[in-house]
C-alpha cells in the first residue's frame, strides 16, 4: 500500500515537468509554424516522446498493462545516386545531411503518435486531478485507471503496428535469405569437393578400363571393382547430400522420430525426451531438426562431450527445445560454431536461443519458438483477471449515473433556470461550483463507458497469438 502510494505521488509529481514541457511545446510549435524556426520542431518531438515513453515504462512496470510503443519506423538514411549526389524531393545535394534531416522532420510530422503523445501531454495533468481522489484512497485502482488512461492514447495504432511488421517482415526477409544462401552454398560445395570428385574419378577410372580391357583384362577387372566401390561411396555421398537439404524420415516420420534417428547416427549417447501431441509445421521441423543436428555435431566435434540430453515440448501455442550437453562448454555464436546459423533460422519465426555454456561446461542450448504449434490443441486463452471484470461490471453498471442525470440533466436544469432540486447533487452546490461539478460527473461518467470498453479488448489483444493477427498490406488508420 505504503509502495503504490509513493508511486501514485510520483505521478503527480511529474505533473509539474510536464508543465513545463506544456509551455515549452506551445512555444517550439509557435516558432516552426507561425515563424518558420523549422529547428524547434524535433527537439520538440524528441522531448514530448521522451517524456512518453518514460510514462510507458512506468505503467509497464507499475501495472501489468503492456503500451507498446507506437512510433512509425525510423526513415532509412538516403542513398547516393550513380553520380554520388543525394537526392530530397526535386533537389540534390552533394551531403547526405540535409536529405536526413528532412526526412527525420516529415517522419515526424507525419506520425499519428506524434500527435497523439502531444494531445495526451496536453489532458494528462487534468486527468490526474481527476483520479487524486482515487490515488488518494486506492493508490493500486488509481494506478490501473491511469495505466489504461496512458494505453488510449499512448498505445500502438493499426498503421504502427502494421509498419512495425512489415519491417519485422523485411529483417526475416533478409535473414532468410541469408540462410538460404548459406545453405545453397553449403550444398555446392558438398557437391564440388565430394560428389563431383569422386564422378570424375569413376568416369576416368572407366575410361582406363576401356582401354585395358583387350590388352589386360585383370586390370580392368581389378579398376571396374574399385569404380563400383567409388559408385557405392558416391550413393553414400549423395544420401548424405539429401538428408541435408531435407531428411526423408522427417517427412515420412516427423519430428520426433527424426530426432531419435539423429541421435542413433551421432557419435554421443544421446537421450531423446518428446511431448509434442500434434506435429509442427513441416518448415518449422525442419528448422529445429536442423538446429539440433548443428547442436549434437558441434559438441561432439568442438565441446568434447560424451553424452547429450534433447528435450522437445509444446507449451501452448509455444514450442521449446532444449539440448544439453557435458562438453568442456565455451560456445559463443561469435566463434563460428554454427550458433549464427540457427539463430538464422530460428528468426523465419520469431523464434530465440538463449546459451548458457561456462568455462568447463556444462552447455545448454535452450529455443523457443512462440506460436509455433497450431491453434486447435493451444489451449484456450486464460479467463480474464476477477478485478478487471469487476471492474468492466461496475463500470458498465454505473457510468448511466454521473453522466445523465448527475451530469447532463443536471446541466440542462441549470441553464433553464429550474427552481427543482431534486437529486441533482451539483444543484445543491455553491454556484461557483455548480458547473465544475457537472462537467466533472460528465466526465467521469464517460471515462467509465470508455474504461468498460477498453479493458476487454486490451486484454484480448496482449492475449491474441500471433497467428491471429491478419496481416494486410495497406495502412489503413
Known amino acids: 500500500m505504503l509502495r503504490r502510494f509513493g508511486q501514485a505521488t510520483a505521478l503527480l509529481a511529474l505533473t509539474f515537468v510536464q508543465l513545463l514541457v506544456i509551455v515549452f511545446s506551445f512555444l517550439a510549435l509557435f516558432g516552426t509554424f507561425a515563424l518558420g524556426m523549422v529547428f524547434l520542431y524535433p527537439p520538440h518531438v524528441r522531448l514530448v516522446r521522451r517524456l512518453a515513453e518514460d510514462t510507458r515504462r512506468r505503467v509497464r512496470a507499475w501495472t501489468d498493462i503492456e503500451i507498446a ?14 553520380d554520388g549526389m543525394y537526392r530530397h524531393d526535386r533537389t540534390l545535394y552533394k551531403t547526405p545531411r540535409i536529405p536526413a534531416w528532412s526526412d527525420r522532420w516529415k517522419w515526424m510530422l507525419s506520425d499519428p503518435a506524434t500527435w497523439r503523445d502531444g494531445l495526451w501531454l496536453l489532458l494528462d495533468p487534468l486527468i490526474k486531478v481527476l ?3 482515487v490515488f488518494i484512497t486506492m493508490p493500486e485502482r488509481g494506478l490501473r485507471f491511469y495505466g489504461l488512461w496512458c494505453e488510449l492514447l499512448l498505445s500502438a495504432t493499426r498503421a504502427s503496428r502494421l509498419a512495425g511488421q512489415v519491417s ?6 533478409n535473414l532468410a535469405a541469408d540462410s538460404q544462401a548459406a545453405e545453397m552454398r553449403r550444398i555446392e560445395r558438398d557437391l564440388h569437393d565430394g560428389t563431383q570428385a569422386r564422378l570424375v574419378a569413376i568416369g576416368m577410372t572407366l575410361g582406363a578400363v576401356e582401354e585395358l580391357v583387350e590388352k589386360d ?8 571393382t574399385k569404380a563400383r566401390e567409388a559408385s557405392a561411396d558416391t550413393l553414400t555421398e549423395l544420401r548424405r547430400v539429401i538428408r ?16 531419435r534417428a539423429l541421435a542413433l547416427d551421432s557419435a554421443l549417447r544421446v537421450t531423446v525426451e518428446v511431448d509434442l501431441p ?4 513441416a518448415p518449422v521441423e525442419a528448422a529445429i531438426y536442423f538446429a539440433v543436428s548443428e547442436l549434437l555435431s558441434n559438441a561432439a566435434r568442438h565441446g568434447d562431450a560424451r553424452s547429450a540430453t534433447v528435450d522437445i515440448r509444446g507449451d501452448g501455442p509455444y514450442l521449446r527445445v532444449t539440448v544439453t550437453d557435458d562438453g568442456m562448454g565455451g560456445a559463443e555464436p561469435g566463434k563460428g560454431s554454427g550458433l549464427l546459423g540457427i539463430e538464422r533460422r530460428l528468426a523465419a519465426f520469431d523464434g530465440v536461443l538463449a546459451i548458457n555454456s561456462p568455462p568447463g561446461g556444462p552447455t545448454t542450448v535452450h529455443m523457443e519458438l512462440p506460436h509455433a504449434l497450431p491453434e486447435h490443441w493451444a489451449g484456450s486463452l486464460p479467463k480474464m483477471p476477477r478485478w478487471k471484470a469487476v471492474t468492466v461490471a461496475v463500470c458498465w453498471g454505473l457510468a448511466w449515473c454521473p453522466l445523465f442525470p448527475q451530469g447532463l440533466v443536471a446541466g440542462v436544469f441549470k441553464i433553464v433556470g429550474a427552481d427543482e432540486k431534486s437529486w441533482f447533487l451539483a444543484l445543491y452546490l455553491p454556484g461557483p461550483w455548480q458547473w465544475p461539478f457537472i462537467v466533472g460527473m460528465i466526465t467521469l461518467g464517460i471515462a467509465m463507458y470508455v474504461l468498460a ?6 486484454y484480448a489483444r496482449q492475449n491474441r497469438p500471433a497467428w491471429a493477427t491478419p496481416l494486410s498490406t495497406g495502412c489503413d488508420r
Not at 510503443?69 to 545516386?81: A, G, I, M, V
Not at 537439404?245 to 520426433?256: D, M, Q
Open 168 to 173: 519485422h517482415l523485411n529483417r526475416v526477409r
Open 453 to 458: 470498453t477498453l479493458i476487454p479488448g486490451q
Open 131 to 133: 483520479l487524486l481522489p
Open 217 to 224: 583384362p585383370v586390370a580392368a577387372r581389378a579398376l571396374l
Open 244 to 259: 541435408g537439404i531435407h531428411p526423408p524420415v522427417l517427412a515420412e516420420r516427423g519430428l520426433a522420430d527424426a530426432v
Open 278 to 281: 500434434h506435429r509442427p509445421e
Open 69 to 82: 510503443s507506437p512510433y512509425l519506423p525510423k526513415p532509412p538514411p538516403p542513398q547516393p545516386q550513380a
